[in-house]
């Protein structure tokens, strides 16, 4: 079953009636837009696609759950980011969740250097600038690392943010205010050092 036009809440009602192909087929049209959420969160390539594997399993035992009140990605994509919150939290059991403020829309500063065009006198590809978004991100509490990936690399409205983690949308403001201002910093510190970390690089 690979035919475009079908919708997914068809496919999810061809599960429920014991078609194994249509989740397959919902498997198919996300897994690539999950992975480099599910990659920046838990950081081993490895370990990300266990993790992306594990919430597909999960979507599919709990079919039942989906209401059909948001769309399927976001529901499955909420069912991902816990499931790699979860492999985080046991792999990395100390975790430091930043306080609230109640600011958040300046520019943030992964998405000014990705986009910006390379400065000659840093000798910075794409990749290197990846890569130490990558690195600086790692050093984020996952609360605020969770909501700067969604809001400014994976460009999800704040409402979106709000569902998919569980709390208001003042909250998700707040992290990803103090997320920003903790990222300009690492970033800057990065740059000074002159480092330019693999992009494959595990988070701590």
């Not at 100390?94 to 306080?99: E, W």
């Not at 707040?174 to 800057?188: F, G, I, K, V």
Request: charged content about 30%; aromatic content about 6%; some cysteine.
């Amino acid at each position: 079953m690979t035919d475009p036009a079908v919708d997914d809440l068809d496919l999810v009602q061809a599960c429920r009636e014991g078609n194994a192909d249509a989740f397959g087929e919902l498997v198919r049209r996300y897994q690539d837009r999950l992975f480099p959420t599910i990659h920046r969160l838990v950081g081993s390539e490895e370990d990300s696609r266990d993790v992306l594997q594990d919430a597909f399993v999960r979507a599919y035992v709990k079919l039942s759950q989906f209401q059909g009140t948001s769309s399927f990605y976001t529901w499955v994509y909420r069912i991902a980011v816990n499931a790699a919150v979860n492999h985080h939290r046991r792999k990395f059991p100390r975790l430091i969740d930043g306080g609230d403020d109640t600011r958040g829309d300046e520019f943030s500063p992964a998405v000014e250097m990705r986009s910006r065009e390379p400065d000659p006198a840093e000798h910075l590809d794409q990749v290197e600038r990846d890569a130490i978004i990558q690195q600086a991100l790692s050093r984020l509490s996952l609360e605020h690392r969770a909501v700067v990936i969604m809001r400014d690399l994976e460009e999800l409205r704040y409402e979106e943010i709000a569902e998919i983690l569980e709390i208001p949308i003042g909250t998700v403001r707040s992290r990803l205010h103090r997320a920003r201002s903790e990222l300009r910093e690492l970033l800057a510190g990065l740059l000074s050092d002159g480092r330019s970390p693999h992009p494959t690089q595990s988070m701590h």
